[in-house]
């Protein structure tokens, strides 16, 4: 999409000159006269640049430009005036202005500017990406499985093949996203990341597209959606499952013909857009019910990852939470700790239900509640402390019982017991976790004498 720029001037012959000379060189154009017409234009076509006068018959434009960097401080904005001295050009760049440029205007001059403006504000959103890049860990683990999915990263992230990654709540896949992006052509472009469960469903096609000026009450200006903003980057579609039927439908849109409308609005805007979702949900099962689009699983799931849960890989604990120590000891001020051998080995035997989300919470809280340098086994909360390992003696028990009747009972007693502290006792996630029904679980565990508390 070609850069947009709103021209504010009280006098017609520039507006028609400066358009006719911007609009050759591929800009989008669009103008006002006065102030108020400027507010009306910069809130329905949030233009990419401004060129101001500084006589304007209804307010002072160094005013507007004052008003104007506290509200979009990015915003380039180039001043011009016909009667400029050095004393209103050194306040007009003060008060943030790109640059003063004095009437009658140098049109190739305006060129360069404008071309060095927007240039200026690329390499601003640049910078803010490249700190944001490099604060971004990778996924952490030497395990197989987890340097299979390394290894997916690195081939599907040269392409710009559309992306479903699943997984459990709080394994990564946020950062997963963020490794594709960061290793593709578009790395230098934005990453734009969109938590669809926490959007409300009536205002989750104004947030992904944005709308305009009176589509719906308390929609006073027009607003650029996350597709706008991701134009020539990645959009991270998070919990694309919770996503409704009709954002779902807007959605396919884009991937099959790149462009889509804005609430209330009928332009279409075409968009560049690399699309990577995400998922906690089995979308096949939410297919059956009735709550996906079938032919947008088809256009999503084009490469899919898998980040495996920490319970399937607990040999990248301990570099997780060297990782959370460090990263610690750097932001908290509290030192650098370190966990004792007890204490990591009985964080290995955990199975983390929250993945490295909870492991990296964990970390923190001890950090900040242990006494000392070393934090020991006494510092652990109960539900870790209650996975053990067994003892020699007691490793296999159901081998010393004398038939299989008793033997299988005391096996579904120990195997449930772990499981249900595994999970903090809850009887719902236990269920899942190991593949049976809530119900038929909870007969189970009232015949062996175990409850949730267990």
């Known amino acids: 999409m070609s850069a947009k720029i709103l021209i504010i001037d009280d006098e017609e012959s520039i507006l028609e000159s400066l358009s006719d000379i911007l609009e050759d060189e591929g800009y989008q154009v669009v103008t006002a006269l006065n102030a108020s017409q400027g507010n009306l234009k910069l809130n329905e076509e949030t233009p990419d640049l401004i060129i101001l006068d500084v006589w304007l018959p209804d307010e002072d434009g160094l005013k507007f430009l004052k008003r104007l960097r506290k509200e979009k401080p990015t915003l380039p904005v180039i001043v011009i005036s016909g009667h400029g001295t050095v004393e209103m050009a050194v306040r007009a760049i003060k ?14 001059r305006v060129v360069v500017t404008v071309a060095n403006a927007l240039r200026f504000r690329d390499l601003q959103e640049e910078n803010i990406r490249l700190k944001a890049r490099f ?7 030497k395990s197989s499985l987890i340097e299979k999915v390394k290894r ?20 990564g896949k946020e950062v997963a996203a963020r490794m594709i992006h960061q290793l593709s052509r578009r790395a230098q472009r934005p990453f734009v990341a969109v938590n669809c ?6 205002l989750i096609e104004s947030e992904l597209f944005g709308h305009e000026r009176g589509a719906f009450t ?26 409704s039927l009709s954002a779902q ?20 805007i075409q968009v560049d857009v690399r699309v990577i979702a995400a998922t906690n949900k089995d979308l096949q099962k939410e297919i059956r019910d009735g709550r996906f689009r079938e032919d947008l699983y088809f256009r999503l799931n084009v490469v899919p990852i898998r980040i495996p849960p920490l319970r399937e890989r607990p040999e990248d604990i301990p570099l997780l939470v060297e990782e959370f120590l460090e990263e610690l000891a750097r932001h908290s001020g509290l030192g650098h700790k370190r966990l004792s051998k007890e204490a990591l080995s009985a964080l290995c035997r955990y199975s983390f239900p929250g993945n490295v989300r909870e492991l990296r919470n964990l970390i923190e809280r001890l950090v900040i509640m242990s006494q000392g340098e070393v934090i020991g086994l006494e510092d652990l909360p109960p539900e870790i402390l209650a996975v053990t390992s067994p003892s020699p003696s007691d490793e296999e028990p159901w081998f010393k ?54």
């Open 249 to 268: 439908a807007k959605v396919l849109r884009v991937l099959q013909e790149k462009c889509f409308e804005r609430v209330g609005g009928t332009k279409t």
């Open 197 to 202: 469960a926490a959007i409300p469903e009536e």
């Open 401 to 454: 019982c004398s038939n299989f009747k008793e033997a299988r009972s005391l096996f579904e007693r120990e195997f449930l017991r772990r499981k249900l502290a595994e999970h903090r006792g809850n009887i719902s996630q236990t269920a899942e976790a190991i593949g049976l029904e809530r119900s038929y679980l909870h007969r189970k565990l009232k015949s062996l004498g175990l409850t949730g508390e267990n």
């Open 135 to 141: 604060a971004i860990r990778g996924l952490t683990g």
């Open 218 to 243: 308390g929609a006073h200006t027009t607003k650029k959606g996350k597709f706008d903003l991701a134009h020539g980057g990645t959009i991270f579609l998070d919990e694309i499952g919770d996503m």
């Open 152 to 171: 997916e990263i690195s081939r599907v992230a040269t392409t710009d093949a559309t992306v479903l990654i699943t997984g459990e709540s709080g394994v």
């Open 95 to 108: 008060l943030g202005a790109f640059d003063f440029l004095e009437k009658p205007l140098s049109y190739d």
